[in-house]
């Protein structure tokens, strides 16, 4: 049975509601037939009708545009086919305008009707998979699927909720895996753009004149290959959004070109002489220090300012070690039903060791190490020996490049970091840095180190 | 033991019964049983349309269902409709026990082609297969050659197979053994 399309046949005629009620359940739909509106409508009250064959004349009480609008009333969704003995333009064109999906004359052939209940049906469908995507899709990036109760990222939450209906360029800085897209989508499907596209572009995965396609778009025959007009990314995110990730990794060229749509947001196609124009909001992300960048002449400082104009600082998660126990719980329990493992907790001992790893890959670095301990994990609850080899790696000298920067640079870095690591604990961090306090102190004064 | 039932209703080529006959004997395992030819009822033509109107020959088919019956099935030559749809090849009641199918539309002379009895033959034997599924509950099949996928024109009728999908023929078995599809 088809029941979740039923259906009302409504006719004044006994015989009419009998036959087109048989005929429809032999199609494996669940049928009722109602002898007039008022009845029509009190059936529509308890059962969510697909489709209604409402008969435009019925003697006395509702007519069929009447019954029509009743059922609409409590049933807004219910697609209404209005049956007519006669053809008349004006009729057909009242019960269009009043609402009907379909008008048809009867009698009619039976393949019409088949296929005007399998094509009405197919489009209800897919509403209604879309309904459902849509939901899922909204679910997954509201502003509680952050996980957190640290209050820099409290702070950071209730300002992507003001700017989420404005237009202005938002700049996202954060160290990777420090969840930039999640919070990106987040501004973007809670503002009035949640229905529209929401485009993310890598811009440091292609070369630099790829990316200048992917974004511009192209006109046939704009360079070899270019077999028909494409469109790019800005044009495709009309109406809604564009995530320009590593911002900071495109070439000059580009840098004067994406200056060029911020301001006027109009462009060409590559080989193109007409303007596109776009209404688009952007929001750009980097683990790069734009601003040094800028001193250091090897990004546009008037595209720096352009894309700066919200800016939002996503912390690393070695700073926000409160939420490394909810993050681990909420892992646990997504991830292990998605991989299909009885895995139900974590415990205290294995939180202590994830509390303190300092995770230099920030909240992906934690997904990716709970579920491979999911799949590892021999008992219903993650260990400590779990992550044993967690502890093996932290213990371990890294391999970590040394920037080109002066030796006092690096010192001073080492200090920040230290102190960042230790809550600003003068004490812990001198002892981390193999120096004593009063040395650190001194080190604080001359580099102008405020913490 | 309880049979199934095949009546004439008003004049019929001949052996049109027989079609029916062999058709419901190799699918279903009951003993067929031949009633005496019943009119087509009074009124039941519709003189507007000079059509037939299908559900005053199921109300009269109801009235002569045999007490040892399974199910009824009628077969009559005339061109039956209801007051939704221009016409009908049969009609049954869903999951009830009387089933009816019209030959009118599956003659070749109906499309102004010549005669073609073996061609008839087999289109009344997959009608007579569709209406007596619906009987027992099948629903229209989407595979276009079983017997119970819905044919809204003649040419889906010599579409199908004189035969039901495995899917369909299953549950038809399956029917068979449950006790509500046989009261």
Not at chain 1, 245 to 267: C, Y
Not at chain 2, 46 to 62: C, I
Not at chain 2, 111 to 135: C, F, S
Request: charged fraction near 25%; include cysteine.
């Amino acid at each position: 049975m088809k029941k979740n399309w039923p259906i009302l046949v409504v006719d004044d005629e006994d015989v009419m509601c009998e036959s087109m009620g048989a005929w429809l359940r032999e199609d494996g739909y669940h049928v009722d037939t109602a002898p007039n509106g008022q009845k029509a409508v009190e059936l529509a009250k308890c059962m969510d009708y697909a489709i209604c064959f409402v008969d435009l004349k019925m003697p006395g009480g509702m007519d069929g545009i009447e019954t029509m609008m009743e059922i609409h009333r409590v049933r807004p969704e219910a697609s209404i086919i209005i049956i007519t003995a006669y053809a008349t333009v004006d009729t057909a064109i009242q019960a269009m305008k009043e609402g009907a999906q379909e008008y048809i004359v009867k009698p009619c052939n039976p393949q019409e009707i088949s296929m005007l209940v399998s094509r009405i049906l197919k489009l209800k469908k897919l509403q209604s998979e879309n309904a459902i995507l849509r939901k899922k899709l909204n679910r997954q990036y509201r502003h509680y699927d952050i996980i957190t109760k640290n209050p820099r990222m409290e702070e950071i939450l209730a300002l992507t909720k003001d700017v989420a209906d404005l237009r202005s360029t938002v700049l996202i800085r954060g160290e990777s895996g420090t969840g930039k897209e999640l919070v990106a989508r987040a501004v973007h499907f809670s503002g009035n753009r949640a229905e529209k596209p929401f485009i993310v572009v890598s811009c440091a995965a292609l070369t630099e004149t790829l990316l200048e396609s992917e974004l511009f778009g192209y006109e046939k025959g704009a360079f070899t290959g270019a077999a028909a007009q494409t469109k790019g990314k800005f044009e495709l995110a009309h109406g809604g959004t564009i995530f320009l990730d590593e911002i900071g990794d495109i070439s000059p060229k580009l840098q004067a070109d994406m200056l060029r749509v911020l301001q006027e947001r109009r462009f060409y196609r590559l080989g193109g002489t007409q303007e596109v124009e776009v209404d688009v909001r952007i929001i750009a992300a980097t683990n790069k220090d734009l601003a040094e960048e800028v001193q250091a002449g090897k990004f546009r400082e008037d595209l720096y300012y352009r894309l700066n104009v919200i800016e939002i600082r996503l912390p690393p998660l070695r700073q926000r070690r409160e939420d490394i126990p909810l993050l681990a719980e909420h892992f646990v329990q997504h991830l292990s039903s998605a991989l299909g493992r009885d895995v139900s907790g974590i415990s205290g001992a294995a939180l202590k060791i994830l509390i303190a790893y300092d995770w230099p890959g920030n909240v992906r670095e934690l997904e990716n190490v709970i579920e491979r301990a999911i799949v590892t994990c021999r008992n219903g609850t993650l260990d400590e020996q779990d992550f044993s080899w967690l502890q093996r790696n932290a213990g371990q000298p890294q391999n970590w490049e040394v920037p080109d920067v002066p030796l006092g640079e690096l010192e001073r870095r080492a200090i920040v970091a230290a102190l960042e690591r230790k809550h600003g604990n003068v004490k812990e961090a001198s002892t981390a840095l193999g120096i004593d306090r009063s040395t650190l102190y001194d080190k604080l004064k001359r580099y102008e180190i405020v913490h | 033991m309880n049979g199934l039932y095949v009546v004439a209703i008003g004049n019929l080529p001949d052996n049109a019964l027989d079609w029916a006959e062999n058709a419901i004997a190799e699918w279903f395992p009951f003993p067929v049983r031949r009633l005496p030819a019943l009119p087509i009822p009074e009124g039941a033509l519709d003189p507007k349309r000079g059509q037939y109107q299908s559900v005053e020959l199921m109300k009269m088919l109801a009235q002569h269902v045999p007490s040892d019956a399974i199910r009824i099935l009628g077969v009559a030559d005339v061109d039956l409709a209801i007051p939704m749809l221009s016409f009908l090849f049969g009609q049954a009641q869903f999951e009830g026990p009387v089933a009816l199918v019209s030959l009118r539309r599956l003659h070749q002379e109906f499309y102004g082609l010549p005669a073609d009895q073996t061609l008839l033959a087999e289109r009344t034997a997959k009608e007579v297969l569709h209406e007596l599924g619906h009987t027992f509950g099948l629903v229209h099949c989407s595979e276009p050659t079983c017997a119970m996928s819905l044919a809204t024109h003649i040419e889906l009728v010599d579409t199908k197979l004189e035969q039901y999908c495995t899917r369909c023929g299953m549950q038809l078995v399956e029917r068979f053994t449950s006790k509500e599809a046989m009261v």
